[in-house]
T-cell receptor
Framework: GAVVSQHPSWVICKSGTSVKIECRSLDFQATTMFWYRQFPKQSLMLMATSNEGSKATYEQGVEKDKFLINHASLTLSTLTVTSAHPEDSSFYIC????????????FGEGSWLTVV | KQEVTQIPAALSVPEGENLVLNCSFTDSAIYNLQWFRQDPGKGLTSLLLIQSSQREQTSGRLNASLDKSSGRSTLYIAASQPGDSATYLCAVPLRTGANSKLTFGKGITLSVRP
């Protein structure tokens, strides 16, 4: 079946540094991927839509200069948290749709970010 | 703005019990509805997807129903097992399109006691 892979699974970084998270669709091409953030005991909140070959579309309240998204190929989107702060500590998950009539969304395993 | 609600937030049942998880949404113009399972600290696994034209979908011990007019969906789990313990989320995309972004409920954390 379709698989979406994220890397790293967890990362600890110092406040003020930048961290990059990768999201790959392993056996299908995804022109669109989505980035979500999930705080403990909360639901997933969409951060942005990543479009291959064009700029990402950010949800209201999400700083595009802080959360840089690059979708350089049909199988890879990256989220870079710039100048990270402790309040950015969260679980980040990406998703991709295989398309077609089913529209099943496949999620990555998620990436835990802790900013100290 | 679409809002998805799941109540209660947590549920604890003894092993073997049949149970129903509820999901409601405010905008009935949905393309489909999807149920996911999330284990602690993990990503999401898609369980069932119901197209807007369908009323239910079944997979093993799971059965999901959809009533668009009332803005409700249920996930029925038969003969629950401790391995079913997880958080169950429902989500809907807005309008049409294979690449629509999803709006999630907060999830129901299920605990099945041995």
């Amino acid at each position: 079946g379709a698989v979406v892979s994220q890397h790293p699974s967890w990362v600890i970084c110092k406040s003020g540094t930048s961290v990059k998270i990768e999201c790959r669709s392993l056996d299908f091409q995804a022109t669109t991927m989505f980035w979500y953030r999930q705080f403990p005991k909360q639901s997933l909140m969409l951060m942005a839509t990543s479009n291959e070959g064009s700029k990402a579309t950010y949800e209201q309240g999400v700083e595009k200069d802080k959360f840089l998204i690059n979708h350089a190929s049909l199988t890879l989107s990256t989220l870079t948290v710039t100048s990270a702060h402790p309040e950015d500590s969260s679980f980040y998950i990406c998703s991709a749709s295989k398309g077609g009539t089913g529209n099943t969304i496949y999620f990555g395993e998620g990436s835990w970010l802790t900013v100290v | 703005k679409q809002e998805v609600t799941q109540i209660p937030a947590a549920l604890s049942v003894p092993e073997g019990e049949n149970l129903v998880l509820n999901c409601s949404f405010t905008d009935s113009a949905i393309y489909n509805l999807q149920w996911f399972r999330q284990d602690p600290g993990k990503g999401l696994t898609s369980l069932l997807l119901i197209q807007s034209s369908q009323r239910e979908q079944t997979s093993g011990r799971l059965n999901a129903s959809l009533d668009k007019s009332s803005g409700r969906s249920t996930l029925y789990i038969a003969a629950s097992q401790p391995g079913d313990s997880a958080t169950y989320l429902c989500a809907v995309p807005l309008r049409t399109g294979a690449n629509s972004k999803l709006t999630f409920g907060k999830g129901i954390t299920l605990s099945v006691r041995p």
